[in-house]
């Protein structure tokens, strides 16, 4: 079984190290936002703690776990195509288990997006940003965990399209409140009693307080609270994953 993830965590690596402009564009987004938004909104955005002062430091550590959100739910679409080019039948019918088709998917869709968010780290104190090498460090096995959990929640959506457009427009409605309610840009000292608790049911919120305490000590939650909430949530939506994947029908 180890050698059959082995086997198809390498052929999803080889294409994502083989297709550069993929990874390049995929470095585009983060530094837009840190750019517009942390260069825009810096003068004007108060901030607590540990973070006070520095707004583009502040945005780093979220839109690290950003970069890990889009790239690992995306990564799911490979589901839909290999459905629609037959390569998913040949492996439905191979005799191996569907687990180890889930945990190669899971472990290929991680590690592409933990690479991107490691660039993104090492390349954002070109624009000024601030913060923890070693902590940076650190948190990256934490974002490959949340890569996990985020593959996994797009693997459950894939088993059900069978049409890109299909899994682009719900993958959007999905992606779009989990990144805004997370905490990513914004402190979340001082919202309102409602949007707080939107906020704190998000797992990647916790994900996002755990990276930007590791980098520049700023932070909500205990970071093994943090660590806890990204390993529930790896198996809770690893097992959805597993039970969707063995009920997909080609």
């Known amino acids: 079984m180890l050698e059959v993830i082995y086997a198809l965590w390498r052929r999803d690596m080889v294409k994502f190290l083989r297709d550069r402009r993929s990874l390049v564009t995929s470095l585009v987004r983060p530094f837009l936002w840190l750019l517009a938004f942390g260069f825009g909104l810096r003068a004007s955005v108060r901030l607590p703690g540990a973070a006070s002062g520095d707004f583009v430091s502040f945005l780093v550590p979220g839109l690290a776990a950003m970069t890990v959100l889009f790239s690992s739910m995306f990564a799911a679409i490979s589901i839909v195509w290999e459905r629609e080019f037959g390569f998913l039948k040949e492996l439905l019918v191979a005799p191996i288990p569907r687990g180890a088709i889930v945990a190669a998917k899971l472990a290929a869709g991680s590690a592409t997006a933990t690479v991107e968010a490691a660039l993104m780290l090492a390349l954002s104190p070109l624009v000024g940003a601030r913060f923890s090498a070693a902590g940076a460090l650190a948190s990256l096995p934490l974002l490959a965990l949340f890569g996990m959990s985020v593959n996994a929640l797009g693997i459950v959506v894939a088993a059900r399209m069978k049409s890109f457009e299909g899994f682009g427009s719900v993958v959007n409605f999905v992606i779009q409140p989990i990144f805004f309610l997370s905490g990513a840009l914004y402190p979340i000292d001082g919202l309102p009693r409602a949007l707080r ?5 998000n797992p990647m919120s916790y994900v996002v307080d ?23 949530a790896a198996l809770a939506f690893g097992a959805l994953a597993r039970r969707a994947f063995n009920k997909m029908e080609v």
């Open 210 to 232: 755990a990276v930007r305490g590791l980098c520049i000590g700023s932070h909500h939650f205990p970071i093994a609270l943090d660590v806890a909430v990204a390993l529930a």
């Open 197 to 201: 608790a939107v906020v704190l049911i």
